[in-house]
């Protein structure tokens, strides 16, 4: 191979640019992450959060199904009776509450009362659950949950997967509502 050939292996060409695999993944990657917070910085109803605690590592003895599904039960019947302090009952004084994750979080029995009490007062909703659908794994749960919602004349149905996090005595240690704007249709 001669000096020439060898130089133009190497040397781009004019208007073309070549890159490494590696170096073209790690531009790709800055380009992604730059473009997301640009986004992020535009969008005047995002507001950012400090990281939300994290819960309590589960204790070495474990609840038994039925106690965690006993939490899931008290905690629907909460709403669907609009009984705020059934609801309050149902958390550790730690315990979170996300709701949507990402957006809100809320901690203290005050302001657990008064996030469910505006939650019931905004709107008439019945929240529905299939038993059956309940992922148990140890003190941790995770649940697909229906809201049915009755607002400004219209009948809505939110589409929710509820996690919840327990301690030893069945208390909430964290609640996180997974759900945006786009899983509210119609109902009917």
Not at 40 to 63: H, I, K, Q, V
Request: net charge negative; aromatic share 8%.
């Amino acid at each position: 191979m001669s000096d020439v050939s060898r130089w133009r292996s190497i040397v781009p060409r004019p208007g073309r640019l070549r890159l490494g695999r590696l170096a073209g993944f790690v531009a790709f990657a800055l380009g992604v992450a730059l473009a997301g917070w640009l986004a992020s910085c535009g969008d005047s109803n995002s507001t950012w959060l400090p990281p939300a605690p994290s819960p309590t590592p589960a204790p070495a003895e474990n609840l038994s199904p039925a106690q965690v599904r006993a939490v899931v039960e008290t905690y629907v019947r909460a709403f669907n009776t609009r009984d705020t302090e059934l609801y309050v009952s149902l958390f550790a004084p730690e315990g979170i509450v996300q709701d949507p994750v990402g957006k809100m979080t809320v901690t203290g029995s005050e302001n657990l009362a008064a996030f469910f009490d505006g939650v019931v007062e905004a709107s008439n909703l019945v929240l529905d659950v299939d038993p059956a659908s309940l992922r148990i794994s140890g003190n941790h749960v995770a649940f697909p949950l229906l809201v049915h919602v009755v607002s400004g004349g219209g009948r809505f149905v939110l589409d929710v997967i509820d996690t919840m996090d327990l301690d030893a005595d069945a208390k909430i240690l964290a609640l996180r509502a997974y759900y945006s704007p786009a899983d509210v249709r119609p109902e009917g």
